[in-house]
């Protein structure tokens, strides 16, 4: 599901922002389909994510497949989720003429801002097939509070 963008400065008639708009329009769609656009900061960044609010807490699912938990490192700081890791090459290959490889290895950080506060002491994160599930509890003060109407 592609994100869509809010275009409330263009229909206030901002010229230069509409411009603005554009040309960000026109980069982002221009590099996209580039092998390395998750470099540049544009098209996809890893891993991929849903970030959902339910309830009293926002859910945070990474798809981080081969990866063993050991070598994840999660933190969470001024409401900021942390997600980092290596991804560790796992054999060599000098037999045979041939060998190709689209798997990516290395090191990533991926820093997501958190759509509401969060009680940093009650975080929990669970690894499964290639899934990271972290669960980020709202902390007392984001969380809604009904107001009673008096007469």
Request: a negative charge.
């Amino acid at each position: 599901m592609a994100l869509v963008r809010r275009r409330e400065r263009q229909q206030q008639g901002a010229p230069l922002a509409r411009f603005q708009d554009e040309m960000g329009d026109l980069f982002s769609r221009f590099f996209e389909d580039w092998p390395l656009a998750g470099l540049s900061g544009t098209g996809t960044s890893f891993p991929a994510l849903d970030i959902a609010e339910r309830g009293d807490a926002v859910v945070v699912q990474a798809e981080i497949p081969g990866m063993n938990r050991e070598d994840l490192d999660i933190s969470v700081q001024d409401n900021h989720l942390t997600l980092s890791g290596e991804k560790k090459e796992s054999e060599e290959h000098t037999e045979g003429q041939y060998y190709h490889s689209e798997r990516r290895y290395g090191t990533f950080r991926r820093e997501i801002p958190l759509p509401a506060g969060v009680d940093a002491d009650k975080v929990e994160a669970t690894y499964r097939d290639g899934i990271l599930t972290v669960t980020l509890p709202k902390s007392e003060e984001a969380k809604p509070r009904r107001i009673e109407i008096k007469s």
